[in-house]
């Protein structure tokens, strides 16, 4: 039922920005599995999924992204949605292994010295 | 592990680094100088943990805000993929900041010496959570120029803490910066402590 001409109508109210993550993830925001942090790194595997593997356009855009290992971050900032929507996309690919994930350095792991070792020859070679 | 699988391809694993500083301070210049690619954005919803940021808005218990992040990528070899975020110059998105220094390798404040006092905040905060941290003063044209001891007697940082002149537009500067960053942390976390 729409607002009569007298009551102020609703149907504006709604940013379409808000609506897009919603719709994309058909209301889910949390993945079905795991915890996608926000530089999480995928990786599309296996073969190319069919037409008829009902997946929505949103999750063959992320396939195509991830054949490079890409965060959470940076497929959110390409897909131009936000991060919490990419994780329950991600969720479907994975429970699907269509991607594998990475979790990044963790603060437990801060004090390997092969990974400073590795990080600052890497920045010296930039 | 959440994610193991028995016959998982390769992956790298990403660390951060923050960039943080007052507004205008140049973090996303400095993220752009050194990224592989142009300064993305992100948007993040987050939960207010309620700290009493906010105190007009304290009614609801929990809220949720959506803050922008830009961050650029640099990769390191087949192993690392070093990520650097901006953080946001709001004070009242400092829960974000908790979320996004969880796990990081280190912080770079970003100083403008025409308005230093806008980066005791971060300064405050990296003390007060541990997580290392250099200071770079940033040096616009036209801005006075201080001696670095004058700088650090000003922020009342403590002698260990590097602290270094930068050009946040360049790339070759930016970089020296990270380095700084990297061998100090190394410096405090890396085993044996204090080597």
Known sequence: MRGGTDGPTDEHWVDPEIIRPYVVTRGRTQPAHGRFDLISMALAVGPPPGPDAGLDPEHLRILQLCREPKSVAEIAAYLDLPAGTIRVLLGDLFDRELVSAQEPQSEVDMHDMKMYRAVLDGLRSL | ?195
Not at chain 2, 20 to 35: Q, R
Not at chain 2, 36 to 61: F, H, K, N, Y
């Open chain 2, 1 to 195: 592990m959440v994610f193991a699988r028995s016959e998982r391809p390769r992956l790298p694993t990403a660390i951060k680094i923050l960039v943080a500083g007052g507004f205008g301070a140049g973090k996303t210049t400095m993220v752009g100088a050194v990224s592989e690619t142009r300064p993305l954005r992100t948007e993040e919803v987050l939960t207010d943990r309620g700290i009493g940021v906010d105190d007009l808005t304290s009614v609801e218990a929990k809220r949720t805000t959506t803050v922008a992040m830009d961050f650029g990528r640099i990769t390191l070899g087949n192993d690392y993929v070093l990520y650097l975020f901006g953080t946001p110059g709001q004070e009242r998105f400092w829960f974000v900041w908790d979320e996004l220094a969880e796990g990081s390798l280190g912080a770079v404040i970003l100083a403008d010496t025409r308005r230093l006092a806008d980066c005791f905040p971060s300064v405050d905060y990296f003390e007060r959570r541990g997580t290392p941290f250099v200071v770079a003063v940033n040096c616009f044209e036209g801005a006075p120029t201080f001696e670095l001891e004058e700088v650090r007697l000003a922020l009342q940082l403590s002698p260990s803490i590097p602290i270094i002149m930068c050009d946040a537009r360049k790339r070759e500067s930016s970089r020296e910066v990270l380095i700084t960053l990297v061998k100090h942390s190394a410096r405090l976390r890396a085993e044996p402590v204090g080597s």
